[in-house]
């Protein structure tokens, strides 16, 4: 059975920082590529970052680019988003998923809620 299971989300103030881990099972993590993704309370779904099997390639979001940075560790089968300088815009449920674009996401995590505010 798939499953991806995010940590790490909470409420942080503006400027400050935080790190999501999202560890899966079920399937061979370094064969995949993965991808963060988010929704703000009534919006869509943004595609923050994807990152491909071997961790040698990424892309950014124009919104995070230069304040996000997105990993993974395949020995340990973990996903992870460092999220700094974070601003109230990026206030969300974040969500790792399985493949890099949308027409590749079949499986998602429960995601994890970010709250950046004062």
């Known amino acids: 059975e798939v499953q991806l299971v995010e940590s790490g989300g909470g409420l942080v103030q503006p400027g400050g920082s935080l790190r999501l881990s999202c560890a899966v099972s079920?399937?061979?993590?370094?064969?995949?590529?993965m991808s963060w993704v988010r929704q703000a309370p009534g919006k869509g779904l943004e595609w923050v970052s994807p990152?491909?099997?071997?961790?040698?390639?990424?892309r950014y979001a124009d919104s995070v680019k230069g304040r996000f940075t997105i990993s993974r560790d395949n020995a340990k089968d973990t996903l992870y988003l460092q999220m700094n300088s974070l601003k109230p815009d990026d206030t969300a449920a974040y969500y790792c998923?399985?493949?890099?674009?949308?027409?590749?996401?079949?499986?998602w995590g429960q995601g994890t809620q970010v709250t950046v505010s004062s």
């Open positions: 998923v399985r493949g890099w674009y949308e027409y590749e996401w079949d499986y």
């Open positions: 079920g399937f061979t993590f370094s064969n995949y590529a």
């Open positions: 990152i491909n099997g071997n961790g040698g390639r990424t």
